[in-house]
Every structure is written in structure tokens, then in C-alpha cells.
């Protein structure tokens, strides 16, 4: 069996600016609280042993300038609770003596679910505490079907999935979804989304809990996709960010100064909606993509783009596609052979991305713009064509320095976020989650 911790979800969780313990002026109004000096202490040891396991004890006291008597008591604490075990001997000091004992974080300790949605399709990937995928399963289903439908696919896998013998070791556990649209954070509810539709004003966070008995925790999955990159992907180090999605539509992550950026309706990063307006004067720029769309994310879609490319089929348009086995793979394909019409797609597309690039660039003065989704995933011709036309912006400085990559973690990227958003609230820490406790 396992115990489960109940936890609120935070507006901001990963990248919330922390007053960490290093705070002295906080400290110094604190420091008569040993309650609160303790937990402190615990979740410093804690999460070093995270990051840094195996280590010894002298390690741990060294590192976080804590008395070998304070580091001893925490750990045999973390270790009767099950949170960290011991794994053998290090090596002695340069004088010799005695080996010392290591210890690590139990993987086995925690488990967390992270729940990817999508309009045809939903993944349910499962982490131990070492962010190891230890279960990775798919559901599948029309994009017309209702949200009860959907649920009830997620729901018999996570059934499924409980009975192993993973789940019946965590002592701790959590769920994490991440869904397209915009997030009440407070209430844990889904409050709009164009790609899934009936499923507007959807409390997923209740309704995860009263079935399972566990934190649940809600992501765009966009932001999610922007938490992965920075956690475990590219984005590793950087401090302002942004991860521009192109799929379904096209939306983006902003992280400044360590920070995600959801702004006051949880809407920040979504360019899709941003109206083409003049930057399409006319149809014979855009031969093949316009078709009179309002907005970026219509014109840019993978729905759209396969749409318009059959559309040129039928108006004669030179090529080797053949209209019924259209679809995104086979447009790369044709492309990577010189075919006539994908290389006008990538062309036009090169040209919309690189502007709501350059758009995103002159705003937020980024250091890097990750590319994610199968359009870019393997396509350097399509990402050579936004880099081109980057290079072209009238304020060169901000696109000189700016770096543009594409994702390290592809398709993986939702999930791993899913779960650095579960683990640093976790283990991370923060005065004020402290002080809720």
C-alpha cells in the first residue's frame, strides 16, 4: 500500500521565484522558529541527495555547511521514512580511514503519473523519483469524442497501471496533466480550449483526486513542454526561454529570469491567435498556406497545412504527392527530395514561423527559442528557412545573440514536464511552502 500526501496546487510551481533559504533577512526574522529551521534543513539535505546521490554524510555536512550532528539525524530520519537507502561505501579521505557510507534518494519512494491530452490522442507515462519512465502507455480515439469517453479510456489504463507492483511500493504519489487551452490554476480547471471541444470549464484536477485519492496537478501543455526543455532538455541552464509549439496550432512557453510566464488568464505565449492582419497583403506571397485564415494558428496547423497542399493537388500543382496519402511525414519526405510543391510549403512556412520568431525575439529578448513538433523535429530545411529569416529582422542585436534549436526531448516533452513540475514541488524549496505546511 502506499500513503498518499495531499498537496494544493500552486499557480506557479516549477520556476516560482523562491525566497530561498539563503535569504538571510528572512532568516534572521525566522531563525528563533527551530520548527521551521528543521524542515528547512531536511528539504536542503533532501534535495541535494536528489541531485547529487550517492554521497556521504561529510559530503552532505560540507555542502550545505550543516554540523555533521545535524546532517546524521536528518538522514536517519529520511531513511527510517523510506525517502533516501543506503548504497555502499565511498572512497576515504586523502589521510585514510574509514570509508564512508553513501546514500541516495529511493526511487521506489514516489510515483507520478503524467497525463498528456490531445484532441486524438492521450499518452500516460509513468516516473519513479529518479525521473526514470518506468510505464508508457497510449489511448487512442476519434477527435469528436466527449471528454467522458476520454477520461474513461485514461482512467482503465491508470486502473490497470495501479495494481503493479510499483505503485504498491510508493509511499507517494501524484498525477499530472497536461492539456491545450487555458488553465484556471486556482481551481485546477480546464477554462477554454479551441482543440478539444465540450470540454470547456472542465474541474480536471477534482475530478483526478475524488477518483484516485491524490494530488492532482494541471499544465498547458505547451508550458509543460517549456518546464521539460528547461528541466531536462536544451533549455538546461538557460534563464529566458521560449519553446514555440507548432502542431495543432502554434503556441508558445516563456520563461524570464528563471520564471514561466502564465500572465493574469493563464493565456501568456498564446501567438496563435494573433492575427495575421497586414503581414499577408496578398494571396500570391502565400500561393499554397492562405486561404483567407484569420489568425497564425490557422494557417500554420498541421490540419491546415495538409488541407491546403491537397487543395494545390487539385489545382494541377507540380508534385510527386498523391492527395490520399497526404499527411506531414510525406510532405517532409517530398521535400527532402526537391519536390516542387513541399518546398513552397516549407518556404511559406519558413516565412510565418520566422516572423512570429522575430515577434517573440523583439518582445522578449530571449537567450534561446526551442522548436517543437513534428514539423521542425526533422525537417533542418524548414528550421534553416526561420533561422534565414530571423536573420533579416530590422533590429539585428536581439536575433544575433538569440540561439534557435530544436526540442531534445521531442515527443517527450509534455511529460518530463508534467513531472518537473510534480518534483520540484516536491523537493524544492520555498519558504512559503514550508511555512504552509
Do not use: H
Not at 93 to 101: A, E, F, H
Not at 221 to 237: F, H, L, Q, S
Amino acid at each position: 500500500m502506499y500513503f498518499l500526501f495531499f498537496i494544493l496546487v500552486c499557480p506557479v510551481t516549477l520556476f516560482e521565484i523562491k525566497m530561498i533559504v539563503s535569504n538571510q533577512d528572512a532568516l534572521g526574522k525566522l531563525k528563533g522558529d527551530r520548527n521551521f529551521i528543521k524542515e528547512v534543513n531536511e528539504q536542503k539535505v533532501l534535495n541535494l541527495i536528489r541531485k547529487e546521490g550517492p554521497i556521504s554524510r561529510i559530503s552532505i555536512s560540507k555542502k550545505l555547511d550543516l554540523s555533521k550532528t545535524t546532517v546524521s539525524e536528518i538522514t536517519y530520519r529520511l531513511l527510517r521514512e523510506g525517502y533516501i537507502k543506503e548504497v555502499g561505501k565511498g572512497n576515504s579521505s586523502v589521510k585514510g580511514g574509514k570509508k564512508p557510507t553513501l546514500v541516495k534518494l529511493n526511487p521506489d519512494f514516489g510515483i507520478i503519473l503524467a497525463i498528456e491530452i490531445k484532441r486524438s490522442f492521450s499518452r500516460v507515462a509513468v516516473f519513479n523519483l529518479e525521473a526514470e519512465m518506468i510505464k508508457d502507455k497510449y489511448v487512442y480515439y476519434d477527435f469528436n469524442t466527449s471528454w467522458k469517453n476520454v477520461l474513461a479510456k485514461i482512467f482503465n489504463v491508470i486502473d490497470s497501471l495501479i495494481e503493479e507492483k510499483p505503485f504498491k511500493l510508493a509511499k507517494k504519489a501524484a498525477i499530472a496533466v497536461g492539456i491545450p487551452g487555458l488553465i484556471n490554476y486556482l481551481e485546477g480547471s480546464l477554462k477554454l480550449a479551441d482543440t478539444l471541444k465540450g470540454w470547456d470549464n472542465l474541474p480536471v484536477k477534482r475530478v483526478f483526486e475524488e477518483r484516485y485519492g491524490v494530488p492532482t496537478y494541471i499544465e498547458n501543455d505547451v508550458k509543460a513542454m517549456t518546464i521539460g526543455e528547461c528541466v531536462y532538455g536544451c533549455g538546461r541552464g538557460v534563464k529566458n526561454l521560449i519553446c514555440l509549439y507548432i502542431g495543432d496550432g502554434i503556441g508558445s512557453g516563456i520563461v524570464v529570469d528563471g520564471k514561466l510566464i502564465r500572465g493574469i488568464s493563464g493565456s501568456a505565449g498564446e501567438v496563435g491567435y494573433n492575427e495575421v492582419g497586414f503581414f499577408i497583403r496578398s494571396k500570391k506571397n502565400f500561393p499554397v498556406l492562405f486561404n483567407n485564415q484569420r489568425d497564425f494558428g490557422d494557417i500554420v496547423s498541421e490540419n491546415s497545412i495538409v488541407s491546403m497542399v491537397k487543395k494545390a493537388i487539385d489545382e494541377g500543382y507540380r508534385t510527386e504527392l498523391k492527395k490520399e496519402t497526404v499527411n506531414i511525414e510525406n510532405i517532409i519526405k517530398a521535400a527532402d527530395k526537391n519536390d516542387e510543391l513541399a518546398n513552397e510549403v516549407f518556404r511559406e512556412l519558413g516565412i510565418l514561423i520566422g516572423a512570429v520568431c522575430i515577434n517573440l525575439i523583439n518582445t522578449i529578448n530571449p537567450e534561446m527559442i526551442v522548436l517543437c513538433g513534428r514539423l521542425v523535429d526533422k525537417n533542418p530545411v524548414l528550421v534553416k528557412l526561420i533561422k534565414d529569416i530571423v536573420g533579416k529582422d530590422i533590429l539585428r542585436l536581439p536575433t544575433e545573440v538569440v540561439q534557435i534549436c530544436t526540442s531534445a526531448l521531442k515527443n517527450d516533452g509534455v511529460v518530463y514536464g508534467l513531472l518537473g513540475l510534480v518534483l520540484n514541488d516536491w523537493f524544492e524549496i520555498s519558504i512559503n511552502k514550508i511555512l504552509s505546511n
